[in-house]
């Protein structure tokens, strides 16, 4: 395990300059956490970012970013499934709320956008 810094912790494969590169866990003194793949020291390619209060995304990365097929669970069960892109979900997706009402549809930057289907629960 080596420290990049005070406050972070890696465990991992590295580049020969030491960046994170491969398969490898960095974890914050926050709690946070990233378990997945590193291209010169950022995120990129397959893993899972946990956060604090139950924050978590699993899937592909790109730059440090949320990008390609990815499913992120908010706070208070909040859940998207579906396409990313730099960081905001982006294309073909489906949003469950705390309430249970889902939205299956498009998106552009974060926004339901295009075509799409509310349905409430009962």
């Known amino acids: 395990m080596m420290s990049i810094s005070n406050h972070t912790r890696y465990l991992g494969q ?13 974890t914050f003194s926050d709690g946070r956490q990233y378990d997945g793949r590193f291209y010169e020291g ?3 390619g397959k893993g899972t970012l946990t956060g ?11 730059n440090d970013k949320c990008h390609g097929e990815g499913t992120l669970i908010g706070l208070n069960g909040v859940k ?12 073909e997706g489906i949003i469950t709320f705390a309430d249970g009402a889902t939205y299956d549809g498009e ?16």
């Open 107 to 122: 998106f552009q930057s974060h926004q339901m956008h295009g075509y799409g289907a509310m349905t409430y629960p009962n």
């Open 42 to 44: 950022k995120y990129h």
């Open 14 to 26: 590295k580049n020969l300059s030491g960046k994170p590169h491969g398969y490898g866990i960095l």
């Open 52 to 62: 604090l209060n139950g924050v978590k995304y699993v899937g592909e990365w790109q």
């Open 80 to 91: 998207y499934v579906g396409e990313w892109q730099n960081g905001k979900c982006h294309g």
